[in-house]
């Protein structure tokens, strides 16, 4: 038994070395901004920007083949913050991103069956609910990945612009001319 326990303890030595060694010997560098892009994102993994997870969003950011709105959970202020980075680093156009409005899920409770496939499939556990009983969406948790809707058997979910709160509101981008009309109806 001595033997047996000596024995596993050398190949487990032996191969967890081996594997170290690989690992720094075929270690792959991952350009700054990927990182920097990798800190602003969410960090969900929902894939509702159609890329696998957010590191691959962040890779396709750093290379150009990604708008900077990609991310809907992150929302505008994700998109703002990712402006001050990509456009910078990688030359990208920031579009338009005054006109992302965040969305969320939103349960019709007389349509919900208490299945609890989106339960299972959410992401940040927005949704609450048990068994055989309604489900309902919490919405400062909710973060519009859409998982929910698709596995949903009843369409009992949608999504909607998430409501305006205090933490969430901002002042809408002014109208070009519109300041202009205002001073020639005034004056």
């Known amino acids: 038994m001595i033997a047996a326990a000596a024995s596993m303890s050398a190949l487990g030595l032996g191969l967890g070395y081996l594997l170290g060694a690989a690992a720094r010997k075929f270690h792959v560098e991952t350009p700054p901004i990927v990182e920097e892009i990798g800190k602003i994102l969410p960090g969900t993994n929902c894939g509702a920007c159609g890329f696998p997870g957010c590191n691959g969003l962040a890779e396709a950011m750093a290379e150009g083949n990604a708008p900077l709105t990609a991310c809907t959970p992150g929302g505008r202020d994700v998109a703002l913050a990712l ?88 002042w809408d981008k002014p109208q070009p001319g519109l300041a202009a009309a205002r001073a020639e109806t005034a004056a």
């Open 83 to 170: 402006a001050e980075i990509v456009t910078v680093e990688a030359g990208a156009e920031a579009g338009p991103i005054a006109e992302i409005e965040p969305m969320v899920a939103f349960v019709f409770e007389d349509h919900c069956t208490g299945c609890q496939k989106c339960f299972k499939r959410c992401p940040t556990d927005a949704i609450v609910g048990g068994a055989k009983q309604i489900h309902t969406v919490v919405m400062d948790a909710c973060i519009g990945c859409d998982a929910c809707i698709e596995v949903c058997p009843t369409e009992a979910i949608v999504s909607r612009v998430k409501p305006k709160s205090l933490k969430t509101w901002y």
